[in-house]
């Protein structure tokens, strides 16, 4: 749904609802806790919702977490800590996965299959 908000005689346009865009036809999600604090607007700018200013943004999240950093240093340290569990989580997952496919269970030989039969009367 779009949203009009007046910024410093500016309108801009909210174009997401949420955490998602939509983005050919496919739905998109952030999955940068930047964005809990900004709204992406028309182009390649966001909207901070802390400060009411426009920001680029140029498909990345850098300038947002600067303006973060230095204008809502409270907000950023709790950014920041969202997404060192983000990335411990997602760390996690992956040596999940690795030592999963390490202990795989191989294909037996055939001399360990025939070792094994049993007779039949």
Not at 106 to 113: A, K, R, Y
């Amino acid at each position: 749904m779009a949203e009009a908000v007046n910024a410093d005689t500016e309108t801009v346009v909210v174009l997401r609802e949420g955490s998602e865009e939509e983005e050919n036809g496919r739905k998109r999600k952030y999955r940068s806790p930047i964005w809990n604090y900004f709204d992406k607007v028309e182009g390649n700018f966001a909207f901070c919702i802390l400060c009411k200013v426009k920001y680029q943004h140029s498909n990345n999240t850098s300038n947002l977490s600067k303006h973060l950093q230095t204008k809502h240093s409270s907000e950023w340290a709790l950014c920041e800590e969202e997404r060192k569990v983000a990335e411990s989580e997602k760390q996690k997952r992956k040596s999940l996965v690795n030592e999963r496919a390490n202990h795989s269970v191989s294909q037996p030989t055939l001399e360990t299959v025939l070792e094994r039969r049993t007779e039949y009367p």
